[in-house]
C-alpha cells in the first residue's frame, strides 16, 4: 500500500499503528481531563467528544471593523478579483465565503510520521470573521480532528492559505487517507495560496515573502511578545504530550490566529495593489514589474505597457532596467522597431548586456548599418572584458559576441568590395 509523502505500509504495519492508537486513547483519559481544564483556563474554548475520539474547540470572533495593521478585516468582501483570479486553482470563489485555513505540524515532512496537531480555520459570519481552531491532545485523537475540520470547511466556497498548495493540503489529505476519511480529497477544492502571489508581487522589493517577513515589511502588524517562532512549536506540542504543558499549547494557539488575520490582511493588500490602474502613479506596495509581466501574460497590452512606462519612469536600479528591457521587447515584437531602438540606446549606460545586443541585431537586420552594429559590438566586448557588464558566462558571451563581430565584418568588407565595383563601373 502506498503512503502520500513518499513512503510505503503494509496491512500489518497499518494494523500495529491502529492498536498503537486505541492503546493511547485507553490509557490516557484521565491525563488529558487535567491537561483539559488547563488549557481551557488559557484560551476560551470547549472540549467535544465523539466515538472518533475528542478534540478542544477554541473560538474567536473579531469584527469587521478590527484592523489588522492599516486595513479592516472587512475590506475583502471588497476585494478587486479581476488580476488575482489568475492566481486560483481551480476556479475562482468569493474571498468573502472562504475557508481561511493555517496548520500547526509535528514537523516539515509529508511523511506518515507527520500530523495536524492544530487546524485554524477563519470565516466570515455575519459581521464577524470567526476563527476556529481545532486541537488534538493526543494522536489517538486525530480522527476527530479531520472529521470535524472536514465538516467546517465544506461550509466554504473555498480555501486560503499561505502555502497551503505545497504543504497544509497535501499533509491534510495523506493523514485523511490514513484515517479512512480518502474521500475528502481537500486538494481538489477551489484554492487561494497566497505564497505564490506574494512572491510574484514582491519578491523584487522585499528580503523575503515569508509570512513573517510580508507581516513586519508589507502589512506593519507587529507580531505579540508572547508569540511563540515556528520551528519551537514541534517540540511545544511534544512537551504537552509528554507532561502536559499548556502554556506553550496556548501560545501556539495564539501564533495560529495571528497567522489567519495576516492572511486576511495580505490578500486585500494584494487586491489593492493589483485594481491600482497601471496609468495611475504606483503606490508604495506596487511593482511595476510584477504587475506589467501579469498583464503582459494576459494579453492586456496597452496596459502591460503602461505599466513599464510608469516603471521606466519612476523605477530605481533594477526594476527600472527591467522595465525598459521588458517595455523594448514588446514594442519589437509589435513592429514598432525605432521606439524600442530608442530605448536601447538610453540603457547603453547600464550594467546590462541585453541593450547592446539587441540594438546591433537591429542595425544588422533591419537597418543594415553594419558600421553602426560593429561599434556597439565592440562595445560590448570592452564592456564584458572590463566586468562592467553583466552576464552569466563571460567566457562564452565573448565568444558570442566575436562570432558577431567577424559577421559584421565581412558584411562590411563585401559592402565596401560592392561599392568600389560601382564607383569603377
Known amino acids: 500500500m502506498r503512503i502520500l509523502g513518499g513512503s510505503y505500509m503494509d496491512i500489518g504495519e497499518i494494523l500495529q499503528r491502529r492498536a498503537l492508537i486505541q492503546k493511547r486513547q485507553i490509557s490516557g483519559p484521565q491525563r488529558r481531563r487535567v491537561q483539559a481544564a488547563l488549557l481551557e483556563r488559557l484560551v476560551p474554548g470547549q472540549w467535544v467528544e465523539s466515538d472518533l475520539g475528542r478534540c478542544f474547540v477554541a473560538e474567536q470572533a473579531f469584527p469587521l471593523t478590527h484592523r489588522h495593521g492599516d486595513l479592516a478585516l472587512g475590506q475583502i468582501a471588497a476585494a478587486d478579483m479581476s488580476l488575482l483570479g489568475r492566481f486560483f486553482r481551480n476556479e475562482p470563489f468569493d474571498l468573502a465565503q472562504a475557508a481561511w485555513i493555517d496548520t500547526e505540524t509535528t514537523g516539515l515532512g509529508r511523511g506518515a510520521g507527520t500530523y495536524c496537531f492544530l487546524v485554524g480555520i477563519g470565516q466570515i459570519e455575519a459581521e464577524h470573521l470567526v476563527v476556529r481552531q481545532y486541537f488534538m491532545p493526543d494522536y489517538g485523537d486525530e480522527p476527530c480532528l479531520l ?144 504587475i506589467g509581466r501579469l498583464y503582459e501574460n494576459e494579453g492586456q497590452v496597452d496596459e502591460a505597457l503602461a505599466a513599464y512606462r510608469q516603471g521606466l519612469r519612476s523605477g530605481r536600479g533594477a526594476a527600472r532596467e527591467e522595465c525598459g528591457q521588458r517595455l523594448a521587447m514588446m514594442l519589437k515584437r509589435m513592429g514598432h522597431w525605432q521606439k524600442a531602438a530608442t530605448l536601447w540606446e538610453e540603457a547603453l549606460d547600464g550594467s546590462s548586456l541585453h541593450p547592446f545586443v539587441e540594438l546591433a541585431k537591429y542595425l544588422e537586420h533591419q537597418r543594415r548599418d553594419y558600421e553602426q552594429a560593429r561599434a556597439v559590438v565592440l562595445r560590448a566586448l570592452g564592456g564584458v572584458r572590463q566586468g562592467r557588464l553583466r552576464c552569466p558566462s563571460p567566457a562564452t558571451t565573448l565568444g558570442e559576441l566575436a562570432h558577431r563581430l567577424a559577421r559584421l565584418e565581412r558584411r562590411i568588407e563585401a559592402q565596401t568590395g560592392t561599392m568600389e565595383e560601382k564607383d569603377v563601373r
Open 147 to 290: 472529521d470535524l475540520i472536514i465538516n467546517r470547511i465544506a461550509c466554504g466556497a473555498g480555501l486560503v492559505s499561505f502555502n497551503g498548495i505545497g504543504f497544509d493540503v497535501p499533509l491534510l489529505d495523506a493523514r485523511c487517507v490514513l484515517n479512512g476519511h480518502g474521500h475528502a480529497s481537500l486538494g481538489q477544492r477551489p484554492h487561494l495560496d497566497l505564497l505564490p502571489v506574494a512572491r510574484r508581487l514582491w519578491r523584487r522589493m522585499l528580503d523575503s515573502c515569508a509570512l513573517v517577513a510580508l507581516e513586519r515589511d508589507l502589512l506593519d502588524v507587529p507580531r505579540p511578545g508572547d508569540d511563540v517562532p515556528g520551528y519551537l512549536i514541534p517540540s511545544i506540542y511534544q512537551d504537552y504530550i509528554r507532561n502536559g504543558e499548556t502554556e506553550g499549547i496556548a501560545r501556539v494557539m495564539l501564533h495560529n490566529r495571528f497567522d489567519i488575520l495576516s492572511m486576511v490582511t495580505l490578500a486585500t493588500r494584494a487586491a489593492h495593489v493589483l485594481a491600482e490602474s497601471a496609468h495611475a502613479t504606483p503606490g508604495p506596495y506596487r511593482d511595476p514589474v510584477a
